[in-house]
């Protein structure tokens, strides 16, 4: 028996659908408080894409930045943002608070 | 802290500064008023400060890709603008007409928006602290200070030149800056999961770092990256290329017009 073409259509709407979800990346969190991120130094999984979630518990915004990441956001005062990061090869990537370069300082290591 | 405030705030009115600096010039070469430009620099201040005060409300859009797709929107819209406009020019050189005058205050108002935004939220962040805050002012002014000084320097530069020659540099830097403007679009779209994350194509931090003053110098002129990624570069070498070329099959502009600044 010859099944129904929209069955098939479902059946690639479910592939379709589910597959952000298999596919979701680990999410890791940061806060910044008092101008510092905590914590600093950050572990991650090697060739993984990672959902970093920034949370700025600061009254005044941030700019979360790293030259070795290519990556650049604001992120605002009793805030919170998410970066999307990598797959990484393995190694140190340095991130900073544009706005706090001398105290807001940190790294992720990748291995 | 107050070091750090001159590098920011130089940088990013370097940024916004080459557009109209650009825009100027040729609003100069093709003795169209000035009011536009003036216009322009209104709506930078206003979109600056809509922006600036609601991108706490932007950033958790689109599941916190509020911040990504309003800038990209912004980037491709200025393209968009440089493309109308040097086709306006190549057609023939640039007329007062409602057109003209809407680019010109659209190109300035948008290029203004996202940098001046950013000037305001770096401010705004010691508000609260009134012994940085005096710091961070005066960084910022001296910094805003450096950076109109290079975008006059740039336009007296541009306007001394041959006019042919001048509206010659003119579309080249536009080109530059819409190949800059896409390749950031790439790098964004990365950074919200919107484009696949790739590898760089290449690494010269060794050579000239984003750090350094000549590498903050090519990122606020020409988004300088160290290690772009193979998308990247073709979004850069692609935008910019399509943009010479735009100006180069089109009739060529009478450029024996008029001179300009006396």
């Known amino acids: 028996m010859k099944e129904p073409l929209f069955m098939k259509w479902i059946l690639w709407l479910c ?97 | 802290m107050f070091l750090n405030a001159i590098v920011i705030v130089a940088r990013e009115v370097i940024e916004s500064a080459l557009v109209a600096c650009l825009l100027i010039a040729l609003v100069c070469i093709r003795a169209l008023p000035c009011r536009r430009v003036l216009w322009g620099f209104s709506l930078g201040a206003v979109l600056a400060t809509l922006y600036g005060s609601s991108v706490d409300i932007i950033t958790p859009w689109l599941d916190y890709r509020g911040q ?19 086709l306006k020019d190549t057609k023939g050189p640039l ?27 770096y401010v705004g962040a010691y508000s609260g602290k009134p012994d940085q805050f005096t710091s961070a002012l005066l960084g910022s002014v001296i910094g805003a200070g450096i950076g109109i000084s290079l975008a ?65 110098l090519l990122v606020a002129l020409f988004r300088y990256e160290a290690r772009p990624t193979w998308l990247q570069v073709l979004a850069y070498a692609g935008g910019a290329a399509f943009v010479i070329w735009l100006t180069m099959v089109r009739p060529k502009p009478s450029v024996s017009t008029q001179q300009h600044l006396e």
């Not at chain 1, 090869?89 to 706005?99: C, I, N, T």
């Not at chain 2, 919107?194 to 194509?201: D, E, I, K, S």
């Open chain 2, 95 to 121: 007329q007062l007409d409602r057109s003209t005058s809407w680019l010109i205050i659209l190109l300035i108002g948008f290029s203004l928006t996202l940098e001046i935004s950013e000037i305001g939220i």
């Open chain 2, 152 to 216: 006059v320097l740039g336009f007296y530069t541009l306007t001394r030149l041959r006019v042919e020659t001048s509206v010659r540099v003119i579309y080249a830097l536009f080109a530059l800056l819409a190949g800059g403007l896409l390749s950031q679009c790439v790098q964004i779209l990365s950074q919200a999961d919107l484009l696949p994350a790739q590898n760089p194509a290449w690494d010269t931090s060794s050579v000239l770092s984003e750090t350094s003053i000549s590498g903050q």
């Open chain 2, 68 to 86: 990504e797709v309003a800038i990209v929107a912004v980037h491709i819209f200025m393209v968009g603008l440089i493309i109308a406009l040097l």
């Open chain 1, 15 to 111: 592939i379709f659908l589910a597959f952000p979800a298999l596919a979701a990346p680990s999410e890791f969190n940061i806060r910044i408080e008092d101008h510092l991120f905590i914590p600093d130094v950050l572990r991650v999984p090697a060739n993984q894409k990672i959902r970093l979630r920034v949370i700025n518990r600061d009254n005044s915004s941030e700019e979360f930045e790293s030259y070795q990441l290519n990556r650049e956001k604001i992120i605002p005062g009793k805030s919170e943002a998410i970066i999307f990061i990598g797959p990484l090869a393995p190694g140190e990537y340095p991130f900073f608070g544009e706005f706090n370069p001398a105290t807001a300082q940190g790294r992720i290591i990748v291995e």
